[in-house]
C-alpha cells in the first residue's frame, strides 16, 4: 500500500509540474480530481502513510527560477468542492451549526473563473506589485506583465483607498479571443494552447511581457487580501462594489442569496447562462457574505470553511479510442467515426465522436488504443480534442482510411484539394440507397410520417426497396415481418406514404438528393424555373442565372438530370402519382414566413439550432438572438430561461418544438 500511494503522489506531483510550471497538462481537470480524491481517501485510511509534502496538502506547483520570488503575507487559499445540492446543503448545515446560528445565511456567490489566480498590491492607489499564487504562499513576480492587461487600472479612483490594498482575482483568456488566438497561431504554423485556462497561464507567465501584451488576457476581482491604513463594509459583496468604485474589474454574475436554497438556484441559473458567457467557468463560489462570521469560521488546512465551490459537469473528460468505423453518407462521403469507451461528459453518456475526415486524423496525430481528450459543451456535438501522448506502454494501432468502400467494395477516390473521400458507387452501394432514401423520406422532404431509420435500413437489407420509388408500392403485407412492425403501424405507413405524393415543388426537388441543393437553392430552383422540365433541360449557363447558384452547385445539378439512373427513378416517382400545385408567376414568390421574427432559445431535441434556423430561414423567416416587442415568435426548447421569460412579459406567441415542427411541415 506505501508503495501505491507513493506512486499516485509521484504521477500527481508529475501533473502539477506540467500543469503549473510548463502550463501543458496530459490530462483532463476531472481526471486529475479524481486522482488527488483516491489519494486523499488512501490518506485518510491509512494515516500511517501521511507525509507533510503530500501533494493532497498542497495548492500548486513549484515556482520557475525566472521570475523573482514573491512572498503572500496572507496565504493565497483554495476552495474545497461541492458537487451536488445535497453536498451544498450539508455545507451550509455545517456553517450554521458552528456559527449555533439557526437563521437562513447570506450568501454571496459568483462564478469560478477558470483562469489563473492573481493578487495585486496598490500602495497609495498605484499598482506596485503583481504575484502569482505559485504554491499558495510563495508565488511570482509577474508585475511587468500584468501591466499589459488593459482592464487592470494603474491607478485606483475615488476616496478612501486603503494606503496598502491586495486585491485578488482571475486572470483569463476570454473565449473568443482565445478561438482568434489559437486561429492566427494555426495560419502562422505556430503553437496552440489546449484551453483558454491554459492560454492565460502560458501568456502571463512570459519572461518577456512585450509577448504578454499582445495577448488578450482580461482580470475579474473575486477577493481581497492584505488591508493596511483603511476600513471596508463587513460585507463581502459590498467590498467587492467598492473595488469596482476604484475602477477594479468585477464579473456581472455576481448576487447575493440566502441559504443553501437560494444558492442552489444561482447554481442552476448560472449553469444555464454559461453557454453565453464570454469567459470560460468551470462551477460557482458561494461565500458567507458577513465578514465577521467568515473570520469566526476560520480555515481547514488550505480551504476557508466559509467558502466552496459548486462544480459544473466537466467538459472535457478523458477516454479511450476503441476502434474507428468508416461510415458511408447519402452523397458517398466517408466519414470515420471514433468508437469510444463510453465516457460521462457534459451532462452526457458519449460513446461515438465524428473525426471527420483523414485530415483531421492526421491534424490530432491519434492512433485506436491512444487515451483522448472529448469536450461536449452544452447544445454542441461531442469532439475529440486532442489525443494524449501514451504513457501506459499499451501498444496502439495505425488507424488506416480504407481504399475501398466498407459497405459495396467500390473504389474511394477523395478529389485534390477536397477533405472529403467519397465511395464511387454511387446508389449501387446499400449505404448510400439507405441515406438516399432516408433524406427522401425526411421531414424536410416528402415528410413520410412514421418511416424511421430502422425501417428504411431494413427495407434495404432486405431488398425490398432500391430507389425511393420503390417506397409507393410497398404492400402491408411486405412491412409487417418487419422488426417491431405490427399491422396497425404497418397500414399507418402505407397511408402516410401514399399521402406524401402530394407536395411541393421545392420539396420535391430536395426529396431528389441532388448534392449541395438545400431548402433554399430548391425553393430558388423552383420558383426560377416553374416546371420539372425546364429544370431537366437546364444548362450551366441558365443555372448560373438563378439566385444564389454558382458553378459547383450549377454542375451537380447538370450532373444529376443527365444520369439515366436518375431519370428512371424521377420518372418511376412521377409515375405513383406524386404531383405539386403549379408555380404561377416568374415574379418573385412571397416566402410563407416572410416578415416573421424567430427567436430560439433553450435546448431542441428533434434537431439542432442550427437546423431550425435554417430551416426558418429557408422559409423566409429572420432569425434573431434576441426578444424584443418586434418578436413574432419564440421556439423555446427544454430548460429555456431569460428568453421565454422575456417574452412571456412581452405576450409574444411562443412554440414548442413540436409546434414548430408542425407549423413547418405545414408550410
Ligand atoms: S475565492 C479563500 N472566488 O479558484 C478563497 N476563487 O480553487 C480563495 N477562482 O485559486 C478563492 N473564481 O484561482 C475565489 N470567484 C472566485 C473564483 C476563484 C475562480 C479560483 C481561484 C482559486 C481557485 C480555488
Known amino acids: 500500500m506505501a508503495q501505491k500511494i507513493s506512486a499516485l503522489r509521484q504521477e500527481i506531483k508529475r501533473h502539477n509540474y506540467n500543469y503549473y510550471t510548463l502550463d501543458a497538462p496530459t490530462i483532463t481537470d476531472a481526471e486529475y480530481d479524481r486522482q488527488i480524491k483516491i489519494l486523499r481517501e488512501l490518506e485518510e485510511k491509512y494515516p500511517e502513510y501521511a507525509t507533510p509534502d503530500s501533494p493532497s496538502l498542497s495548492v500548486g ?6 521570475f523573482n520570488k514573491v512572498t503572500h503575507k496572507l496565504p493565497m487559499l483554495s476552495l474545497g468542492n461541492v458537487y451536488s445540492k445535497e453536498e451544498l446543503v450539508e ?37 506596485v506589485q503583481a504575484a502569482t499564487r505559485g504554491d499558495g504562499t510563495i508565488g511570482e513576480d509577474v508585475t511587468y506583465n500584468v501591466k499589459t492587461i488593459k482592464n487592470i487600472p494603474h491607478t485606483l479612483k475615488g476616496n478612501s483607498i486603503p494606503r496598502r490594498l491586495e486585491v485578488r482575482g482571475e486572470v483569463v483568456m476570454p473565449i473568443a479571443e482565445f478561438h482568434a488566438f489559437n486561429q492566427h497561431a494555426i495560419a502562422q504554423q505556430e503553437k496552440t494552447f489546449v484551453n483558454p485556462r491554459n492560454a492565460a497561464a502560458g501568456s502571463l507567465r512570459q ?22 491604513n483603511g476600513s471596508l463594509a463587513n460585507s463581502h459583496y459590498q467590498r467587492l462594489q467598492q473595488l469596482k468604485a476604484w475602477g477594479l474589474p468585477l464579473t456581472k454574475e455576481i448576487t447575493l442569496e440566502t441559504g443553501a436554497q437560494g444558492c442552489f438556484e444561482a447554481y442552476t441559473r448560472l449553469l444555464q447562462k454559461r453557454p453565453t458567457l464570454p469567459y470560460e467557468i468551470d462551477g460557482i463560489v458561494y461565500k458567507v457574505d458577513d465578514i465577521t462570521l467568515q473570520e469566526q469560521l476560520g480555515f481547514i488546512a488550505r480551504s476557508p470553511r466559509w467558502a466552496t465551490a459548486h462544480k459544473f459537469p466537466a467538459q472535457e473528460e478523458q477516454t479511450r479510442l476503441l476502434d474507428v468505423e468508416f461510415q458511408v453518407g447519402r452523397t458517398g462521403a466517408i466519414t470515420p467515426v471514433a468508437i469510444l469507451q463510453p465516457v460521462f461528459v457534459g451532462g452526457v453518456t458519449v460513446s461515438r465522436a465524428s473525426l471527420h475526415n483523414a485530415d483531421e486524423i492526421k ?56 477533405a472529403i473521400a467519397r465511395c464511387t ?132 445539378i447538370v450532373t444529376f438530370f443527365r444520369q439515366k439512373h436518375n431519370q428512371e427513378v424521377i420518372q418511376a416517382l412521377l409515375d405513383t402519382g406524386i404531383h405539386w400545385p403549379e408555380i404561377k408567376t416568374k415574379e418573385h414568390q412571397a416566402q410563407p414566413l416572410e416578415g416573421k421574427t424567430f427567436v430560439l432559445t433553450g435546448t431542441l431535441t428533434q434537431m439542432s439550432r442550427n437546423e431550425a434556423k435554417q430551416a426558418l430561414q429557408a422559409l423566409g423567416a429572420k432569425v434573431s438572438g434576441s426578444v424584443s416587442k418586434n418578436t413574432s415568435y419564440v421556439v423555446a426548447g427544454e430548460a429555456a430561461g431569460s428568453k421565454l421569460t422575456k417574452a412571456q412579459e412581452l405576450g409574444i406567441t411562443i412554440l414548442d418544438e413540436t409546434e414548430m415542427l408542425s407549423l413547418l411541415g405545414s408550410l
Not at 368 to 394: C, F, H, K, N, Y
Not at 516 to 543: H, K, M
Open 91 to 127: 455545507f451550509v448545515e455545517r456553517i450554521q451549526k458552528q456559527l449555533k446560528n439557526p437563521q437562513p445565511l447570506l450568501f454571496c456567490v459568483e462564478p469560478k473563473l477558470d483562469g489563473l489566480a492573481i493578487s495585486l498590491l496598490y500602495e497609495h492607489g498605484k499598482l
Open 207 to 228: 519572461l518577456d511581457s512585450n509577448i504578454t501584451a499582445q495577448r488578450p488576457l482580461a482580470f475579474y476581482s473575486y477577493g481581497l487580501g492584505i488591508i493596511e
Open 425 to 556: 458507387g454511387g446508389l449501387y452501394c446499400a449505404a448510400q440507397r439507405k441515406e438516399a432514401i432516408k433524406y427522401f423520406a425526411s421531414r424536410k422532404a416528402m415528410n413520410i410520417d412514421g418511416l424511421g431509420e430502422k425501417i428504411v435500413e431494413q427495407l434495404v437489407d432486405e431488398n425490398l426497396i432500391h430507389t425511393p420509388a420503390d417506397l409507393f408500392h410497398l404492400t402491408a403485407e411486405q412491412l409487417i415481418p418487419l422488426e417491431r412492425m405490427a399491422e396497425k403501424k404497418a397500414n399507418k405507413l402505407i397511408a402516410a406514404i401514399s399521402q406524401c405524393k402530394s407536395t411541393t415543388f421545392p420539396k420535391f426537388l430536395l426529396a431528389l438528393g441532388i448534392r449541395e441543393v438545400g431548402e433554399a437553392t430548391a425553393r430558388n430552383l423552383a420558383n426560377y424555373f416553374l416546371t420539372l422540365e425546364a429544370l431537366q433541360q437546364a444548362s450551366i449557363e441558365d443555372l448560373l442565372k438563378v439566385d444564389e447558384i454558382g458553378d459547383i452547385v450549377a454542375q451537380h
Open 61 to 66: 506547483g513549484p515556482v520557475l527560477d525566472n
Open 363 to 418: 491534424r490530432l496525430n491519434i492512433k485506436i488504443g491512444d487515451t483522448v481528450i472529448i469536450r461536449r459543451a452544452a447544445d454542441v456535438i461531442p469532439q475529440i480534442i486532442r489525443a494524449l501522448p501514451s504513457t501506459s506502454g499499451e501498444q496502439s494501432r495505425e488507424i488506416i482510411f480504407p481504399t475501398a468502400c466498407p459497405v459495396c467494395g467500390s473504389e474511394i477516390e477523395r478529389i485534390k484539394d477536397e
